[in-house]
T-cell receptor, first 113, second 115 residues
Framework: GNSVTQMEGPVTLSEEAFLTINCTYTATGYPSLFWYVQYPGEGLQLLLKATKADDKGSNKGFEATYRKETTSFHLEKGSVQVSDSAVYFCALSVGGSNYKLTFGKGTLLTVNP | DAGVIQSPRHEVTEMGQEVTLRCKPISGHNSLFWYRQTMMRGLELLIYFNNNVPIDDSGMPEDRFSAKMPNASFSTLKIQPSEPRDSAVYFC?????????????FGEGSRLTVL
């Protein structure tokens, strides 16, 4: 079956620190990969995505590269801000059931001033 | 533009009572999803509708849960009777199914507490 494993949080950083949140996956077929973000009290929203191997998704200073050889899609940001404090979810969807996103359990990031 | 609208935002009820959660998807979206979020299990897909038709309800926990989509602009998730283990945040999301980009638009959620 399909599954997503994220590094467990919580992660606490100081402003301007470098961020990495690890994500690995198991999938039948060739998945599309996503990072969603959930700000406090809100629903999830798409942060970035990649649909094939070696693609890099990027948005708001965040990046993630689809690595087929290591089945990974790690999220990175060079300099985090307090406003980046949120829960980050890695997710995948596969082929014929492209509607069905499989989510990781989420990683809580807190950025302190 | 209005996003996905859910109501109520918070619901506190007693075990055995009926609970109805409501969702208005984004206009023009033809796919609708109900998710449940708990600390223990994370995000779980309960049911998926496409063009108002339930396509996949394999995530619905048991017969106490039911969902309907009578038209393109409204869906309900009903729990009857409710139990304390149903306490969770329930999210509705919508998307365009074709072309499928994997981008779901989530509402702000309905936080349910069953005492």
């Amino acid at each position: 079956g399909n599954s997503v494993t994220q590094m467990e949080g919580p992660v606490t950083l100081s402003e301007e620190a470098f961020l990495t949140i690890n994500c690995t996956y198991t999938a039948t077929g060739y998945p599309s990969l996503f990072w969603y973000v959930q700000y406090p009290g809100e629903g999830l929203q798409l942060l970035l995505k990649a649909t094939k191997a070696d693609d890099k998704g990027s948005n708001k200073g965040f990046e993630a590269t689809y690595r087929k050889e290591t089945t990974s899609f790690h999220l990175e940001k060079g300099s985090v801000q307090v406003s980046d404090s949120a829960v980050y979810f890695c997710a995948l969807s596969v082929g014929g059931s492209n509607y069905k996103l499989t989510f990781g359990k989420g990683t809580l990031l807190t950025v302190n001033p | 533009d209005a996003g996905v609208i859910q109501s109520p935002r918070h619901e506190v009820t007693e075990m055995g009572q009926e609970v109805t959660l409501r969702c208005k998807p984004i206009s023009g979206h033809n796919s609708l999803f109900w998710y449940r979020q708990t600390m223990m299990r994370g995000l779980e897909l309960l049911i998926y509708f496409n063009n108002n038709v339930p396509i996949d309800d394999s995530g619905m926990p048991e017969d106490r849960f039911s969902a309907k989509m009578p038209n393109a602009s409204f869906s309900t998730l009903k729990i009857q009777p409710s139990e304390p283990r149903d306490s969770a945040v329930y999210f509705c999301a919508s998307s365009l199914s074709a072309p499928n980009t994997g981008e779901l638009f989530f509402g702000e959620g309905s936080r349910l507490t069953v005492l």
